[in-house]
């Protein structure tokens, strides 16, 4: 049985706990009136159930166990084994996942989530597992425990508020993270860490079922879905899990150097990390609070230009595929630094042309709501 045979395994038995599981939450959730309300700051219109990722880590899971079952029955090549790091990780995750769970249910200020995430965030770090290396990155390679293990924390939580953040239109936090631990799963794949590409494969398949209520289902039907902070903040922390473990410089699991590691990881995520400094760093301009929320996401400044929200996640879709295809092609020849700085004049060249058609847009509303006076 090879690791393909059984990847696809993983994935195809995630996507029918998906489908098994996603109906019982929308016929939990009608019977509970438990919505997502619309509201000034939300595109949606109707009240819409937000439960979609409490699926998220059962299905994963049960992919991973049903798995590992089919691996012990029908062949001894592969052994799964679980790490330090592991055990650590499973606690960090299951307290994301309850934070989520609590605050798509009954809510949780944003301060008390961003709290929280820095606790499981740090039970990484003391379990060995951190970013020790940056690979040239501003001339900077090997780091000591005591810098990187803050930078971890902050690594992890980063990128777990980005994905959180991001999920503003139907299908753009889950189709970027589908993206992501596809590259993901890839990289794993490579090194030869097969227990990763299960996971992350495990992940994958339930992503399908839930993209298929969220950007398929009727509302009045009762079958539409949100993911809720039980899904993205999941989402989150598990592609901030992968983003370290991949970064990390250790030989003991990794046994090949590949310096283009953080690069790699880095772009996989790279337009909802952006997207969080750009928003982070207006609000700071303007004095506003800094967890306060907006509509100034790139998928509102998409939409502004005239957009349906369709058209803006392909549009965005695109836009991380294109990243990741620039960063690669200019990973053998170029330094991570320089990749970054073109990346970085690129999203600033793009929102000056988004910047550019909303202004165009504008001006045709005005004088088309003047010519109907």
């Excluded at 019977?31 to 819409?48: F, G, Q, S, V």
């Excluded at 699926?55 to 592969?78: E, G, K």
């Excluded at 995520?269 to 790139?298: C, E, G, Y």
Aim: proline share 3%.
């Amino acid at each position: 049985m090879t690791e393909r045979l059984l990847i696809a395994i993983a994935f195809a038995f995630s996507a029918i706990c998906g489908f098994i599981f996603i109906p019982m939450i929308l016929n939990f959730c009608k019977e509970r009136k438990l919505y997502d309300i619309p509201n000034a700051r939300k595109i949606h219109h109707n009240a819409i159930p937000r439960l979609g990722g409490v699926s998220f880590l059962p299905s994963m899971l049960i992919a991973f166990a049903l798995s590992t079952f089919v691996i012990r029955q029908f062949t001894t090549t592969y052994e799964v084994t679980l790490s330090l790091w592991s055990l650590y990780f499973f606690i960090s995750l299951m307290l994301i996942y309850g934070v989520g769970l609590i605050d798509d249910l009954v809510g949780l200020d944003a301060k008390t989530k961003f709290f929280i995430q820095i606790i499981a965030a740090t039970l990484l770090p003391l379990s060995g597992l951190y970013l020790n290396d940056l690979y040239g990155f501003m001339g900077i390679h090997e780091i000591p425990y005591s810098v990187g293990a803050p930078l971890t924390v902050f690594v992890i939580v980063f990128i777990n508020n980005a994905i959180n953040l991001i999920d503003g239109i139907d299908g753009l936090s889950a189709s970027l993270s589908l993206i992501a631990l596809g590259g993901f799963l890839a990289c794993f794949y490579r090194e030869d860490i097969f227990s990763y590409t299960i996971l992350i494969a495990g992940l994958m398949g339930v992503l399908v079922p839930f993209l298929y209520y969220n950007l398929l289902g009727k509302p009045e039907k009762n079958r539409k879905i949100f993911m809720g902070d039980s899904g993205s903040l999941t989402l989150g922390f598990i592609l901030g899990f992968l983003t370290i473990k991949l970064s990390m410089d250790n030989l003991w699991v990794l046994p090949v150097r590949n310096d283009n590691r953080l690069l790699t990881s880095y772009t996989l995520l790279i337009v909802p990390m952006f997207d969080v400094v750009r928003v982070s760093l207006v609000r700071l301009w303007h004095r506003t609070p800094i967890f306060q929320a907006d509509k100034n996401h790139i998928h509102h400044k998409l939409m502004r230009t005239g957009l349906n929200q369709h058209l803006t996640l392909i549009v965005i879709v695109l836009l991380a595929l294109f990243y990741i295809c620039l960063n690669q092609s200019l990973a053998e020849s170029t330094s991570s630094t320089a990749i970054v700085a073109i990346d970085i004049a690129l999203w600033m060249a793009f929102h000056f042309i988004v910047n550019r058609a909303i202004l165009k847009n504008g001006n045709a509303v005005f004088l088309k709501n003047n010519s109907n006076e």
